[in-house]
C-alpha cells in the first residue's frame, strides 16, 4: 500500500532529509519520502503492516521533528 500525508510545520530541507532516511530505517516500511517544498510524507508498505508502519512513522515525526503535524 503507499499513500501520501500533508506535513504541516516542517521547518527545513535538512529535517525533512533526516526524517526521511529515519523512517526508511523502520520495521516493516517498504519505501518513504519527504518532500519538503510540498510538504509531504509519502509512505509504502505491505498491505498487513500497514498499520503498524504509519503509527511508528506518525511517532517518529513527532519525536524527531516536534513542531511538524501529520495531517
Not at 500500500?1 to 529535517?15: E, P, T, V
Not at 510538504?39 to 513542531?67: F, G, H, I, N, S
Amino acid at each position: 500500500m503507499k499513500q501520501s500525508f500533508r506535513l504541516q510545520g516542517l521547518d527545513c530541507a535538512n529535517c525533512a532529509a533526516r526524517l526521511e532516511r529515519a523512517l526508511n530505517k523502520l520495521e516493516g516500511m517498504g519505501h518513504a519520502s519527504v518532500n519538503f517544498l510540498a510538504q509531504r510524507m509519502t509512505l509504502e508498505a505491505e498491505d498487513a503492516r500497514w498499520d503498524a508502519v504509519v503509527r511508528d512513522a506518525r511517532a517518529l515525526v513527532k519525536k524527531l521533528e516536534p513542531d511538524a503535524v501529520v495531517a
